[in-house]
């Protein structure tokens, strides 16, 4: 069974903390994509790669980084966590050219809380 | 105004009920539509996909596009408690980039 799997389900920081969120894919996909989801307004793209060591701004990137430094492994990164990015966290992964049909394949998420 | 509009609910229905759950959007240029399912505290998972205008019909579910309306809905027939989830739409801009544009998802509660 594929899985993309995200290496914590609940965290709790500190403002100004710097925090790794981890995401993990088994699946060999090239596209790997960092949602955040807050009620009422969904899921929101902050960063996605192409490929190892490539990476693109999404909608939100302000106060995030990524690192892809292995096709499997995609980190974000919280340069200085607030209070304002308390959220749900998803990964997700689909293989280049799949086209859109395939769906993407996401993580279970990770549920931070900056205190 | 967002690209993609969908009502957040909650939505709660009786077991065996009919369910429509609909999104609209403003960007003509959207080529796939997808409905996800979300269970509290996990992950979405992909439950339809369509391209074109039209039906495409999945078991109990049923997926619809009207791309002159912009307008997509997913019906539920037989509506059961297991179905109780967050109802995500999903489009996908041009250019295969890889990347979807995600409604707000709606709320359902189907109760026994």
């Known amino acids: 069974d594929v899985k993309v799997t995200q290496s914590s389900r609940y965290l709790v920081k500190r403002t100004g903390e710097k925090v790794f969120l981890e995401c993990v894919q088994d699946?060999?996909?090239?596209?790997m994509f960092w949602y955040r989801q807050d009620p009422g307004l969904g899921l929101r793209l902050i960063y996605f790669?192409?490929?190892?060591?490539?990476?693109e701004k999404g909608d939100i990137p302000e106060g995030y980084s990524v690192s892809r430094e292995k096709k499997e492994r995609f980190s974000l990164i919280l340069e200085s966590a607030s209070t304002n990015q308390t959220s749900m966290y998803l990964c997700?992964?689909?293989?280049?050219?799949?086209?859109?049909?395939?769906?993407?394949?996401f993580g279970s998420g990770t549920r931070l809380t900056v205190v | 105004q967002k690209e993609v509009e969908q009502d957040p609910g909650p939505l709660s229905v009786p077991e065996g009920a009919i369910v429509s759950l609909n999104c609209t959007y403003s960007n003509s240029a959207f080529q796939y539509f997808m409905w996800y399912r979300q269970y509290s505290r996990k992950g979405p998972e992909l439950l339809m996909y369509t391209y074109s205008s039209g039906n495409k019909e999945d078991g109990r579910f049923t997926a619809q596009v009207d791309k002159s309306s912009k307008y997509i809905s997913l019906f539920i027939r037989d509506s059961q408690p297991s179905d109780s989830a967050t109802y995500l739409c999903a489009m996908s801009p041009p250019g295969n980039t890889g990347k979807l544009i995600f409604g707000q998802g709606t709320t359902l509660q189907v109760k026994p």
């Open positions: 997700a992964s689909i293989p280049r050219g799949a086209g859109d049909r395939r769906g993407y394949t």
């Open positions: 790669s192409y490929d190892v060591k490539m990476k």
């Open positions: 699946m060999d996909h090239e596209n």
